[in-house]
């Protein structure tokens, strides 16, 4: 359907009802308004993210129909338009802030207006850059300069970008000051805020508020979980356990795969069904040496810790995490270069991403 939004048409609806629309203006007599209404969707993709790009292919096959320039026109302008997004969007991920913010900018120039998943994407990419003060100005010009409310998402972006400067106290205030009830996902990033600042109190609330919020949410229980054993607060870390038991929450088994020659390989921690086992540890135990590695990475951050609690903790120490076994695979059944891509349905630990990041180099 065609929505009117002030003097705009948006159009709103499944992808199928464009396609039709679309495929029916096929003959020669309903190229125009074809063209009319692939406007009307190219106004609809800068407020709605990820877009369908099924009409677009119709959209191809009308140009093939008609010598309409301004429709051939129109198909590279959409194209031009979602490859800078998806390009904002990758180095985004990959952290590279300033690379972002250049093709933000590169898009304003064009013409191109952002919308919501374009911000989100920017406020990402200032937040794992550290580029806090980029990250403040892009927020505060959401509504100033493009009338976009701030969502959810942003709020969350915010949230990450001051947790990883490590105030807490901001932190918690930008929530209270939230126009918007916060959610899980809010309360989740004070918590992963706090356990990277080793603050238990923060995380104390944070868990709570989360919890609350999302009773089965395995990852807080963990997060927490992990504190209280680094502080040698063993008997919190018994009632955290008891507490999953009573929600009925089972741990979720940690596991990474990796691709060769089309077929995925599937690790769990201490994973030793491999045909290649022996090489796999011994490569494994290689990048440990190369790269510097204490010797035993998982009691420097344990404080307050008993004997008995260090050995009932070591057969999993992270050289046996199964992201590691993944990774040295993935080395040994490639070309040297090539890229080695490891997939994890969990939460990657600190010891195990700092391993990822030297190996890297």
């Not at 209280?228 to 940690?254: H, N, P």
């Amino acid at each position: 359907m065609v929505k009117f939004v002030g003097k705009k048409a948006v159009v709103v609806g499944k992808g199928s009802l464009l396609l039709d629309l679309l495929n029916n203006g096929g003959d020669s007599s309903s190229l125009s308004s074809s063209s009319g209404l692939a406007r009307l969707m190219v106004n609809d993709l800068t407020m709605n993210w990820p877009p369908n790009l099924r009409p677009f292919t119709s959209l191809l096959g009308l140009k093939e129909k008609s010598d309409d320039g301004g429709c051939s026109c129109l198909i590279i302008g959409v194209l031009m338009f979602l490859l800078l997004l998806l390009f904002l969007v990758s180095y985004a991920i990959h952290g590279f802030g300033r690379v972002s913010i250049q093709l933000f900018h590169e898009m304003i120039e064009n013409g191109i207006k952002p919308n919501k998943s374009t911000f989100v994407s920017l406020l990402s990419a200032c937040s794992i850059s550290g580029m806090v003060d980029e990250g403040w100005e892009y927020f505060n010009s959401m509504k100033r300069d493009y009338g976009i409310d701030p969502g959810t998402e942003h709020f969350g972006c915010m949230l990450d970008l001051i947790g990883r400067s490590g105030n807490l106290d901001l932190a918690k205030h930008f929530i209270e000051e939230m126009p918007l009830v916060p959610t899980a996902r809010i309360w989740g990033s004070l918590l992963s805020a706090s356990r990277k600042a080793n603050d238990i109190e923060f995380a104390e609330v944070a868990s709570k508020h989360a919890l609350s919020l999302e009773h089965d949410n395995t990852g807080c229980y963990i997060l927490l979980s992990n504190m209280y054993a680094e502080a040698g607060r063993w008997a919190d870390v018994e009632k955290i356990k008891t507490l999953k038991i009573q929600e009925g929450i089972a741990k979720t088994m940690g596991c990474s795969t990796v691709e060769k020659d089309y077929k995925v390989h599937r690790f769990v921690d201490q994973d030793g069904s491999n045909d290649q086992v022996n090489m796999i540890n011994d490569v494994v135990d290689i990048n440990t040496k190369m790269t510097a590695e204490d010797e035993d990475v998982y009691a420097p951050r344990i404080t307050e810790l008993r004997r008995t609690d260090l050995r009932r903790k070591k057969p999993n120490v992270p050289e046996n995490h199964s992201v590691r076994l993944a990774i040295s695979f993935g080395l040994i059944s490639t070309e040297l270069g090539s890229p080695v891509l490891v997939r994890k349905n969990v939460r990657i630990c600190e010891a195990c991403h700092n391993f990822e990041k030297r190996v890297s180099r």
